[in-house]
């Protein structure tokens, strides 16, 4: 019971809760011990707050997961975790995550708190709402990357890394109603009823608009954020975002991003290495140029 409870919680997907260190990277502090630790602790206190998040949506999807054909395997779908059990488990997530948040920070705390009831209002109704269910998701992505930045003290984060997250995550989110429809089949309503909201050519153009959007807005950034250097080196970063939204397009066409989009990125070994140089570049441009 306790190994259905831990893959309950989806381990797995704590690495979207990375978005927590972009102010500590993004604000020239990755190198700074106190603003590290914090950030670190933060991290751990959201992977628990999205585990409990996770925990009251399948008690809550419970009977449409079993009529999926993949979710129908999920512990408590399966029968693996009982309800009561995951329930219980829940609350005591809530109750112990909220106060350590609190005196990590207060801000850091409302943030949490704030996380959880928006994602329970999605599990109960906002998720049955096309198109405000994917902003709650992309609401949820901004969540993160603003407790991040309420563990330190910013100096010089700029304001356009929130609005290419936003971005950033509508696409995500559109990429994988396309994707769910296309696994679903005809019969997608029936398993999600968001699904009857949506047809494959309003996912497609929605992906279309926020794709090109992200690229703009992220190409915008490397150049006029007020910490980047001045001769504009962050723009060679620009190709390999490029590169990562292409190939996860590649992957919903070809109807290979059927799982959630942390999951593909685990299996796919393109976006692996994409996200990876990426990554060694930022880092690269930031605190060795």
Not at 1 to 17: C, E, G, S
Not at 67 to 87: C, T
Request: proline share 5%.
């Amino acid at each position: 019971m306790f190994t259905a409870l831990i893959k309950a919680m989806r381990p797995k997907q704590w690495t979207k809760n990375g978005f927590v260190f972009f102010a500590l990277v993004f604000d020239k502090q990755l190198f700074v011990p106190e603003s590290f630790v914090r950030t670190l602790e933060g991290f751990f206190l959201f992977c628990l707050i999205s585990s409990t998040v996770y925990l009251f949506n399948d008690i809550a999807d419970v009977e449409s997961d079993r009529k999926h054909p993949e979710k129908k395997n999920r512990p408590i779908a399966s029968g693996a975790l009982p309800v009561n059990v995951a329930r219980t488990a829940a609350i005591l997530l809530t109750l112990i995550v909220i106060p350590l948040g609190y005196f990590l920070a207060p801000m850091f705390a409302v943030i949490l708190a704030l996380y959880l009831v928006i994602n329970l209002l999605y599990s109960r109704w906002l998720k049955h709402v096309p198109i405000l269910d994917v902003l709650i998701i992309a609401a949820g992505f901004v969540l993160r990357v603003g407790a991040g930045a309420s563990l330190i003290v910013v100096e010089r984060f700029s304001p356009w890394l929130y609005v290419v997250t936003t971005l950033f995550a509508l696409f995500i989110g559109f990429g994988k109603r396309r994707a769910e429809m296309t696994l679903l089949e005809k019969g997608a309503g029936s398993h999600r009823k968001v699904l009857d909201g949506y047809t494959l050519p309003m996912l497609d153009q929605f992906i279309t608009i926020v794709s090109g959007t992200t690229i703009v807005a992220y190409s915008l950034y490397t150049f006029s954020a007020p910490n980047l250097p001045e001769n504009h080196s962050m723009m060679l970063t620009i190709p390999f975002a490029v590169y990562g939204i292409f190939r996860y397009l590649q992957l919903i066409q070809t109807g290979h991003a059927a799982g959630a989009p942390d999951e593909v990125a685990l299996k796919d070994r393109p976006i692996q290495i994409t996200a990876l140089l990426w990554g060694l570049t930022v880092l690269a441009i930031f605190y060795f140029s």
